[in-house]
């Protein structure tokens, strides 16, 4: 059975940081296109990062301020949110795909089979 648990999520200011964290249960990280995604109170849930054998990969809303990696040997997936903005909340997922491309359509929640429960974070101005 596979199983994706995120935490590390929490309240910030603006300009604030935090790293979230995906363990994996019954799947193997490293292997694999790996992603977040985030979903703010009605609004759609969007792509934030994806992570595969060959590169990461990132919306452009992110770009220069969140990190996407991996520890192979804890089979755990991060994202480190710097210079975090009010915008930037939302419940946060983990997702992946049994592939080890992510290919051109990284970011494309439906392509994503299995999902964690979600961390909060929270960012006040």
């Known amino acids: 059975q596979v199983q994706l648990v995120e935490s590390g999520g929490g309240s910030v200011q603006a300009g604030g940081s935090l790293r979230l964290s995906c363990v994996g249960s019954?799947?193997?990280?490293?292997?694999?296109?790996m992603a977040w995604f985030r979903q703010a109170p009605g609004k759609e849930r969007e792509g934030v990062a994806s992570?595969?054998?060959?590169?990461?990969n990132y919306a452009d809303s992110v770009k220069g301020r969140f990190t996407i990696s991996r520890d192979n040997s804890k089979n755990t997936l991060y994202l480190q949110m710097n210079s975090l903005k009010p915008e930037d909340t939302a419940m946060y997922y983990c997702?992946?795909?049994?592939?080890?491309?992510?290919?051109?359509?990284?970011?494309?929640?439906?392509?994503?089979?299995?999902w964690g429960q979600g961390t909060q974070v929270t960012v006040s101005s």
């Open positions: 019954g799947y193997t990280v490293r292997t694999s296109c």
């Open positions: 992570i595969d054998y060959y590169r990461p």
């Open positions: 997702a992946a795909r049994p592939t080890s491309d992510c290919g051109r359509y990284a970011l494309e929640s439906y392509l994503y089979a299995y």
